[in-house]
């Protein structure tokens, strides 16, 4: 998504991320590392050059509650009495810098004149956009900054499958219609994430062979800012046997690849159509991705499933992460405890 800082305003694209709640973007003169931005999100934000940009105090609340939530003991620079703010990320990444206030405008004209952000100097970061958005539920979040603008608080998107297509962001009131598949937003324990119970995994409308019992041991976390989605160990093993046994069945030989589940391509065009369906049952509704959703062909010319086990990132943590969504409009009624999913929206 696009955002304005600042005066004179800088544009920067950032990611969009329900699965952390600070957001930060990389400034101009890094004192660390640098990330490479693509040319179109550029400009790098300079607060040196915005009249409307303030440091956060370090003896201010702000900078307290996000020095709790996010882990570490207070940071600050004692000579102005600046917060300095650090937050990482389960795949390694990181961001370190100031946290700063500043004047967002967003593209369809809403303002926030104090928005709380983390200005990078020393970002680690795999992405080709200026920073992250966070959409989690701590207070400082943009999502909660934003929705004091409502009147519900709720946030709905689209992320479209390949560039020719346009997706959308709102936040507030949404359409709810038939073609919403519907489940109950759950807690995940005292952390500020968007988790779902899943029931069920089924294969060409089959389920898996597993006791079902085991999905009740850990609910999935929402999280935008993930590519892949990890499912429990036992439950990778079963879905691997079934895709496999299906598509050997086609002609496709297994890949070696760790984690993944490929399958070797004879360098004739996929037949989308003809690979094995896969669906999550998730309350009393089913999500059913495109192909597109589940398979995506590699580097290496191989066709692989877009999930993983759950110990290729933190044990016993399940995330839906954001391929198998793209396409579909994806609602978060957080006031109504709501997660809704809907196909073909963008």
Not at 65 to 84: N, P, R
Not at 228 to 237: C, M, Q
Not at 244 to 266: D, E, H, S
Not at 274 to 279: E, F, R, S, T, W
């Amino acid at each position: 998504m696009a955002i304005n800082l600042g005066i004179p305003a800088v544009s920067n694209l950032v990611t969009i991320d329900t699965g952390s709640s600070l957001s930060w973007v990389q400034c101009g003169r890094c004192a660390v590392r640098c990330h490479w931005q693509a040319g179109s999100t550029r400009p790098v934000f300079n607060p040196l050059n915005s009249s409307t940009y303030q440091n956060v105090k370090c003896s201010t609340e702000t900078c307290h509650t996000i020095h709790k939530s996010t882990g570490i003991t207070s940071v600050c620079v004692d000579e102005t009495d600046a917060c300095l703010y650090r937050i990482r990320y389960a795949l390694g990444e990181y961001s370190v810098g100031y946290l700063g206030k500043e004047k967002l405008t967003l593209p369809n004209s809403v303002v926030v004149d104090d928005f709380i952000f983390g200005c990078g100097g020393d970002n680690l970061y795999n992405g080709l956009d200026a920073g992250i958005i966070g959409f989690g539920d701590e207070s400082y979040s943009f999502f909660n900054q934003v929705a004091q603008q409502t009147n519900y608080r709720a946030f709905s998107y689209c992320l479209p499958s390949n560039h020719e297509n346009e997706g959308f962001l709102s936040i507030g009131p949404y359409v709810r219609d038939e073609r919403l598949m519907l489940t109950r937003l759950i807690s995940y324990g005292t952390l500020p994430f968007y988790a779902i119970q899943q029931l069920d995994m089924m294969v060409n409308g089959i389920s898996l062979e597993i006791d079902p019992r085991i999905y009740s041991t850990a609910v999935t976390i929402i999280d935008s800012g993930t590519t892949d989605t990890f499912i429990l160990s036992p439950v990778f093993h079963a879905l691997d046997k079934a895709v496999t046994t299906a598509m050997l069945a086609k002609g496709y030989v297994r890949g070696t690849a760790a984690n993944k589940i490929c399958f070797v391509t004879t360098g004739d065009s996929i037949n989308w159509n003809d690979l094995p369906a896969v669906g999550m049952k998730f309350g009393t509704s089913t999500l059913a991705p495109r192909m597109e959703n589940v398979f995506y062909v590699n580097t290496d010319d191989n066709v692989c499933l877009t999930f993983q086990p759950d110990d290729a990132v933190v044990r016993g943590v399940q995330i839906l992460g954001n391929r198998a969504l793209r396409s579909f409009r994806v609602v978060h009624d957080i006031q109504d405890r709501i997660f809704g999913f809907q196909a073909g929206a963008c």
